[in-house]
């Protein structure tokens, strides 16, 4: 089978014992720093992705992508809705009152946001009936005053199924004691995770309660949009409150949430970017590792060169070295990288158990655990990225090889 000779003797010399182990022990360093920039960027990117994915799956699955709301309240949401639906890149529209206070059980208190909604409506806006670990949105019935509570806030107040909460509103009511704050006692009647900052301050009651304890009426507060393309949430909800009646607000989750999602997206291009950094020390290491094969082997180079061989041939064998090197290190690095992407949510989570300690809070952190998303592109880029500097690293150590002087290296052998 024929074989360039630059490639025979490239993979001979990456093949063979050498006599200075020192040589070796450097190159399987450079591998070996190749191999882990590699698996730590995949990760790391596989990580951050996966922080990206479940913002906008879970935490803009339950939030709105944008609403609409009314001065002194919506009367007649549903031709705002008709007119929203006629938008083709609105694909939900329900109607919701919202409120913010604290919430008292067994003694405990904790602030909340309280969302009034209606069942039937609620699942065209929201996944919270997907993560309903007890009860339904269903259970929710007018005038019963029930409340869909997270399981974090659950736990932290102490309360359960069928146990009464108080809801406390900043809203004074004037009561024959004074002015007091505006209380309403509810009952649990189901429980949700979504595995985000959401379980410790999200409650959904139904929103005729809501607005009876609001003293509303029969009026909404405003109406919530899902959107195919949640991106284009700032120009629907501007577009909408233009063609509408009246003086309407709009709101969309960049304002509410946008924070975070800037905040991952910077993240990512600065520790992939300071993590390359990592990954082309570690492929430039070979420069010196060949730099010494160089200097060990030019007794040899002088002998080729005089039976013929061109600088050219001399500098393609050690390019075939180096690139051995930087090949292996970075497919082994991807395959390490990309297996562990895959395993970090359940590695992290054994090792949870075993300390008996939560690396990520709901309390501290917007979800809880850790998620891993494996895009492939990434995979690519940085597996290209990382060959092709391991190969340029090879040039310098390969052009001084081609520079070497048989007369001069042969002098004292």
């Known amino acids: 089978m024929f074989r360039p000779l630059s490639l025979f003797i490239g993979l001979r010399y990456t093949a063979a014992k050498r006599r200075n182990h020192f040589i070796s022990f450097i190159s399987l360093i450079s591998m070996m720093g190749l191999i882990l920039g590699v698996m730590v960027l995949i990760t790391v990117l596989s990580v951050m992705n996966g922080f990206d994915r479940e913002l906008k799956e879970r935490i803009l699955g339950m939030v709105p992508h944008a609403t609409v709301e009314a001065e002194g309240g919506m009367a007649d949401w549903q031709s705002v809705a008709k007119i929203a639906l006629n938008d083709p890149r609105v694909v939900g529209v329900a109607p919701f009152v919202q409120a913010q206070g604290m919430m008292t059980g067994r003694g405990n208190v904790r602030g909340i946001m309280l969302n009034g ?7 065209d806006v ?4 997907d993560f309903m670990t007890r009860g339904s949105l269903d259970d929710l019935k007018s005038r019963e005053f029930g409340i869909i509570i ?3 806030l659950a736990r932290s107040l102490g309360v ?3 146990d ?12 024959p004691a004074g002015v007091m704050p505006r209380l309403k006692r509810f009952t649990v009647v189901g429980t949700f995770s979504v595995g985000a900052e959401l379980d410790g301050n999200y409650t959904v009651v139904h929103a005729e309660d809501a607005a009876r304890v609001l003293r509303m009426g029969d009026s909404m507060q405003g109406v919530r949009l899902k959107l195919h393309d949640l991106f284009q949430a700032p120009q629907v909800a501007y577009r909408l409150s233009q063609e509408l009646p009246g003086v309407h607000r ?8 946008g924070n975070l999602f800037e905040a991952i997206r910077m993240e990512k291009t600065m520790i992939g970017l300071l993590l390359m950094f990592i990954v082309a020390v570690a492929a430039f290491n070979i420069v010196s590792a060949l730099v010494m094969v160089v200097t060990d082997k030019k007794a040899d180079i002088a002998i080729l060169r005089t039976m013929g061989a061109t600088p050219r041939l001399i500098m393609a064998i050690f390019v075939v070295q180096g690139s051995i090197i930087g090949f292996t290190g970075t497919v082994l690095g991807t395959l390490l990288g990309v297996l562990l ?3 970090i949510s359940d590695v992290i989570g054994w090792v949870e158990n075993v300390l008996s300690h939560q690396f990520l809070s709901a309390d501290v952190y917007f979800i809880s655990y850790l998620p891993s998303h494996v895009l492939w592109s990434d995979v690519a880029v940085i597996s290209g990225a990382g060959f092709i500097m391991s190969l340029l690293a090879t040039l310098y150590p390969a052009w001084r090889a081609s520079r070497v002087e048989p007369a001069e290296a042969l002098r004292y052998d």
């Not at 929201?126 to 009936?129: E, L, N, P």
């Not at 009464?164 to 004037?174: G, I, R, Y």
């Not at 709009?250 to 949430?257: K, L, M, V």
């Open 117 to 123: 909604v209606l069942p039937e409506h609620e699942p």
């Open 126 to 129: 929201s996944i919270i009936q």
């Open 150 to 152: 997270g399981d974090s």
């Open 160 to 162: 359960g199924l069928d």
């Open 164 to 175: 009464k909460v108080t809801v406390v509103l900043p809203e004074a009511s004037v009561t």
């Open 250 to 257: 709009t709101n969309d989750w960049t304002r509410t949430h």
């Open 341 to 343: 992407a895959l395993n």
